[in-house]
């Protein structure tokens, strides 16, 4: 059986526009929610710097949290970023207060559970993630400089706890021992469903410091990998230039071939990437051990802050 990918124009983060879109996206994949159940709406909140850009548009996070609370489901919002809180980078990037009313806090993901991965690598998984019913995972089409690209896989990295992610990136950014730990990780998550945020994407550079690049579209699937593949697919890539899909490949996962993959609501073949540009090179360690311990010590001391205003 092909596994479904939607794919829809959403030329802006028009409330309205992203409503309609990702209603047609869930109906598309025979996605439904169960009253009752706990939601991890799970955003990309991946830095302070460029988080107007870097980050899940804030506007698309609240419009699924609204479509959420509509179907009765019990929902958090979380990430768990390398370098700061979840709280910290969604004020900044404006998902706080694009919230607010909807009286959701932004939750670090954080009470790690260690896991072993397949790959032999060890990582504590966020507890909020794992005692979730589903995940709805809401990733930025990014350009990466250690990924060449980043989609759905890349974001479910995010719910490996806080300064782990970052140890993980600097031990296993080479080769493609990053690609492998992120795909397997998949297998210990709840169920996910992936909504692409591509109305505007991040090109050139990244995951913090590239250039805006419109590209007017949404997409969604209950497969990370076979929603990433499309997009692979759609910038007219093969599977060894892009680290996650080699991988997937190599492991014969559903979805790494877009013969095991249908379409919705567009095709592939409709979709204009021409203008997207990706990285010229790739960086195998983007973080250095100093950012390391610079990130700690701010997280011991907004942790702190935090336990004195509540004195």
Known sequence: MSIPVALVHCAAYNPELLTTSIQACWKSIGRF???????????????????????THPQLVRSVCTLLLDHGVRVQVGDSPAFGTAGQVARVAGLTEALRDLKLPIRDLNRPVQRHLDCGIQVGISRHALEADLLLNVPKLKAHS????????????????????????????????????ILDL???????????????????????SGQPCS???????DNAVALDTVIYTALGLRPDQAPLWREARRKSLPG??????????????ALDFSAFQLPDRLNPVSFHPCQLVKSTCRRAWL????MMNEN
Do not use: E, Y
């Open 33 to 55: 929610f169960r009253p009752g159940d706990v939601v991890l709406v799970k955003p990309n909140l991946v830095s302070s710097r460029q988080a107007h850009l870097s980050c």
């Open 146 to 181: 250690q990924l060449l690209l980043t989609a759905a896989s890349k974001n479910l990295f995010g719910c490996v706890s806080g300064i782990r992610k970052a140890l993980a990136h600097m031990r296993h950014g080479q080769n493609d021992d990053l690609a492998m730990l």
């Open 186 to 208: 998949q297998a210990h998550l709840p169920p996910t469903t992936s909504l692409l945020d591509a109305v505007t994407a991040m090109h050139v550079s990244g995951p913090a």
């Open 215 to 221: 590209l007017g579209l949404l997409a969604a699937s």
């Open 256 to 269: 790494h071939h877009p013969d095991q993959i249908a379409t919705a609501l567009l095709s592939s073949s």
């Open 303 to 306: 942790k702190m802050r935090a």
